[in-house]
């Protein structure tokens, strides 16, 4: 595996989806055309099923399922997204069934939240920005309003989950 | 912390944790703090489940990230196809068009100059009417070129050529500042209203074309049309102001037409 391919990997579990998100945009259209002729998909059905499968393949490298950049990338998000359909259930290789559903809880817990708090919260726990540059993205006065409410919303989001 | 246990209640500890994991106890503050997680077993409990839910949290927040992204990506790529679909439509038809348009054409400029003969103002009395005056800007030739480089623009340019202002209005809509020019979308934003019969609107767009460079060749094209949307809008004297400021700049392509309609007096207030 070439070096730049390892590094990949690296970069989308510290959360630079860059890659993702070109490889849509390069193989949009070739997924659809592939997922029409084997299993009869309309485009917009086959391109909701690659954005699925992308996700799968960035919790799998985000939580450490996945480890090494397959060598035919390829060939490995054609193979999960026919897996996919072939089970029928939302996620492929699951984790384990309790972890699983307290992620998923929280996920669903998240999405409760207003747009400011999942905004903010993004930005500190994901991007990983200092208060000071997420007052600024947010337009809060200070990094002091800042920190509080990105603690409002981290209590918010605790007490929709208990 | 195992994820089949019960996860602790973190509210008690919450303060401290959050201060804990974002590094904002002071030195002192955060070295008594380890030393009680170390000692209190329901704290480092608390500890572990909080370090899980900011863990989930980073998971949750990349991924929906990630599933929005994917989400206006597929979006944008659904436009632009669809533009580019309609880009093609229009290449055919203009093909089309090109085999019979110029028989078509012909018969066409014949019926218009029989029927401009038949309806034209008598001499004796000057039209009144803007329109006899206006001479239309047409707007920069749609080339494929064009379409395939700016499909919007393009698509939105050959509405307005072929009369759809509605239409075209909408799909200047979608035309990124960016790529075009912000002066350029008020030009032609201004110039599609007017044609339309919204004199007053088109005024507002076409006032701020040339708001930071007056001189410009599309400011003294917009202050032509700007003047025909008062009139439009049956605002004589602004109208007035306007042809004449127009009439009297030599650089102005307009120069003619607006000389034109002040000499024709109908602008000037009758008593």
């Not at chain 1, 669903?108 to 991007?127: E, M, S």
């Not at chain 2, 991924?63 to 093609?88: S, V």
């Not at chain 2, 200047?172 to 960016?178: F, K, T």
Request: hydrophobic share 40%.
């Amino acid at each position: 595996m070439s070096a730049p391919l390892a590094e990949t990997l690296t970069q989308l579990r510290v959360g630079n989806q860059k890659f993702l998100v070109d490889f849509y945009q390069r193989s949009r259209h070739l997924f659809a055309r592939w997922a029409q002729r084997q299993f009869k998909l309309e485009a917009p059905q086959a391109h909701a099923l690659l954005q699925d499968t992308l996700l799968d393949f960035y919790d799998q490298v985000a939580d450490g399922r996945l480890t090494l950049l397959p060598a035919d990338l390829r060939a490995h998000v054609y193979g999960m997204a026919q897996q996919r359909l072939d089970a029928q259930v939302p996620a492929n290789v699951p984790l384990p069934a309790a972890e699983a559903s307290r992620r998923q809880r929280l996920l669903t817990q998240f999405n409760q939240l207003g747009a400011d708090c999942q905004q903010v919260l993004t930005y500190f726990y994901f991007r990983g920005y200092h208060f000071e540059k997420m007052g600024g993205k947010m337009g809060f006065p200070n990094a002091t309003v800042a920190r509080l409410q990105k603690s409002t919303c981290l209590r918010k989001l605790y007490e929709l989950l208990k | 912390m195992s994820s089949s246990t019960p996860s602790p209640d973190l509210r008690p500890y919450f303060d401290d944790l959050e201060r804990f994991a974002d590094g904002q106890m002071a030195p002192a503050e955060q070295e008594a703090f380890e030393l009680r997680l170390e000692q209190d077993e329901a704290m480092a409990d608390g500890y572990a489940a909080y370090e899980q839910l900011t863990a989930d949290l980073r998971w949750a927040a990349g991924h929906n990230t990630l599933r929005l992204r994917l989400q206006a990506l597929d979006e944008r790529m659904n436009q632009r196809g669809d533009a580019l679909a309609r880009t093609e439509q229009l290449v055919k038809r203009r093909r089309r068009w090109a085999t019979w348009g110029t028989v078509g054409g012909l018969l066409l400029v014949l019926a218009t100059a029989v029927a401009f003969y038949l309806v034209r103002p008598g001499r004796a009395r000057p039209a009144r009417n803007w329109e006899a005056y206006y001479q239309p800007d047409p707007g920069p030739a749609v080339t494929t070129g064009l379409l395939h480089s700016r499909p919007l623009l393009g698509e939105a340019l050959d509405q307005y050529q072929a009369g759809h202002y509605p239409a075209a209005l909408h799909s200047l809509g979608r035309v990124s500042a960016a790529s075009v020019g912000a002066d350029t979308l008020l030009y032609l934003r201004g110039l599609i209203l007017l044609r339309q019969g919204q004199g007053d609107a088109a005024q507002l767009y076409l006032r701020r074309v040339g708001d930071e460079d007056s001189t410009s060749e599309l400011a003294r094209r917009a202050r032509y049309h700007l003047g025909m949307a008062h009139w439009q809008a049956k605002e004589p004297i602004e109208a007035l102001a306007e042809l004449r400021a127009v009439a009297a700049d030599a650089q102005n392509p307009y120069q003619a037409s607006a000389r034109k309609a002040v000499a024709a007096g109908v602008l000037v207030p009758k008593d």
